[in-house]
Each structure stands twice: as structure tokens, then as C-alpha cells.
């Protein structure tokens, strides 16, 4: 059986390496989550990034289940400028499942002043076809408003999701298990 956690985690995290998927973070839990759901053996090493900073990283090999089945389901890991597309997903369970292991990774959750006061703001980082599924999701099953999706600053194929709302935020935070 397929676990959509980890199919969404790789597809977010991760990067082809010769005969290997490359997964790097610098919060040393989630690789140890991504282990556990998906079964993996291999030891979790610490690098080095050019700022000085410890990312922990993990390797899994091509021939592993998990990285079969998301092979044959249209990862094609980050070329260039190409739109990265979802894996299909064949029922709710699975979508949900997929967004909560893509986005542990990719938001940012912070404060931005209005009004001389701060007010949260939350913002997911994916190509445009990710975060529609993100903001379709999120309405069917939360209510929340459809959200416009932004273009990044540095870059032409990430684009970014905002939140605003607190109510909205609370619910997507702890629907997502984003903390």
C-alpha cells in the first residue's frame, strides 16, 4: 500500500542523484518522519550548506517501492523551469495525504505588520498546478476563500499561495499539521 504522506514528501523534498532520490532539510524530524511512513533504512547525514548551516540529508534508492511507484506516476524531479505537476490521486484520502507531506516543507508561517499591528500571514511556495490542488482542497473541505496564486519573486515557475485570515490560518494549521 502506498503511503501519500511520503509520495508528497519526496515530491516536494527531494532530487534525483545518479541511481538515487536526494532528500535534504535542515529540520532533522522530518527526515525521520519520511523514514518511518516510508520504510527506509538509510542513515540520515549532515551537510554543510555554502551559508554555513547544518542540512540534513537523506539518499533512497531508485529501485526502493516508493520511489517506483512515484517514477511511474509522473515525477520527473525539478528540471530547469518546468511546472511540477501532482501525482494522480485517486480519492480524498490520498490528496490529503499528499498536500500534508508536500507542504510540511514548503510554507512559511509569520507576522506582517498592518495597521500598526501584526497580523499573521501564511504562504505556500509550489508550481501553479500544486497549489491549485491546494486551494481547491482547502475550500472543499475547509471553506476557505479561493485565494488568487501569486507569482514568486525569483522565480518563473514557483508561485505562492496566501493566507491571511487568522480563522483561516488556525484551520489550515492544524488541518495540515503545518506546526
Not at 124 to 133: D, K, M, Q, R, V
Amino acid at each position: 500500500m502506498v503511503n501519500y504522506w511520503a509520495v508528497g514528501f519526496l515530491w516536494g523534498s527531494s532530487r534525483i542523484s545518479g541511481a538515487h532520490f536526494l532528500f535534504q532539510n535542515k529540520e532533522k524530524e522530518l527526515l525521520e518522519k519520511m523514514k518511518r511512513e516510508a520504510e527506509i533504512d538509510n542513515e540520515i547525514f549532515e551537510a554543510i550548506t555554502p551559508q554555513g548551516k547544518i542540512s540534513h540529508r537523506m539518499k533512497l534508492n531508485k529501485k526502493h517501492p516508493l520511489a517506483q511507484f512515484v517514477l511511474a506516476n509522473g515525477y520527473v524531479g525539478r528540471k530547469g523551469n518546468e511546472e511540477r505537476h501532482p501525482p494522480p490521486l485517486g480519492n480524498r484520502d490520498e490528496e490529503v495525504l499528499f498536500l500534508k507531506g508536500y507542504f510540511s516543507t514548503h510554507y512559511t508561517l509569520d507576522t506582517v505588520k498592518r495597521k500598526d499591528k501584526r497580523v499573521p500571514r501564511l504562504r505556500f511556495y509550489a508550481s501553479y498546478e500544486i497549489l491549485n490542488l491546494l486551494n481547491q482542497h482547502l475550500h472543499r473541505e475547509l471553506g476557505t476563500t479561493i485565494k488568487k496564486i501569486a507569482d514568486h519573486n525569483s522565480s518563473n515557475v514557483c508561485k505562492t499561495l496566501y493566507y491571511q485570515s487568522k480563522k483561516e490560518i488556525d484551520r489550515i494549521v492544524e488541518y495540515l499539521e503545518l506546526e
